[in-house]
């Protein structure tokens, strides 16, 4: 059964940069598609970014374009590796930051961007950018 596990968040002021990590593990990991999402109280979960199984391409939401970079790493077998390095944060980028994987799929750039489709989550971990 494939899990996600991220960690990395934290407290920065606005300005600042933050890289988060994520754990990938189980069985076919390297083959699925994984990135990140973000949540705020009383909104719904934001795409933030993907990356495709080997790392050949990745996908940005237009608000972190530029800002964010999403990188993964499938040598420390049997698990993948996925972060999220963040700069210039500012306070609206303060969310709880959630992992995600989705199986192998002939569109997975659509799938991993559409929350109703992604089927593995990670608990989430909080970053909060002071102004």
């Known amino acids: 059964q494939v899990a996600v596990v991220e960690s990395g968040g934290g407290l920065v002021q606005a300005g600042d940069s933050l890289r988060l990590s994520c754990v990938g593990s189980g069985s076919g990991i390297r083959d699925y598609a994984m990135g990140w999402y973000r949540q705020t109280p009383g909104k719904a979960r934001e795409f933030v970014a993907g990356?495709?199984?080997?790392?050949?391409?990745?996908?940005?939401?237009n608000s972190v374009k530029g800002r964010f970079t999403i990188s993964r790493d499938n040598t420390q077998m049997p698990q993948s590796m996925v972060y999220l390095e963040m700069t210039t944060l500012q306070p609206e980028d303060t969310a709880l930051y959630y992992c995600?994987?989705?199986?192998?799929?002939?569109?997975?750039?659509?799938?991993?961007?559409?929350?109703?489709?992604?089927?593995?989550w990670g608990l989430g971990t909080q970053v909060t950018v002071s102004s």
């Open positions: 995600v994987a989705d199986p192998p799929r002939r569109e997975w750039w659509s799938a991993i961007r559409d929350p109703s489709r992604v089927q593995v």
């Open positions: 990356i495709s199984a080997y790392g050949a391409t990745d996908l940005y939401a």
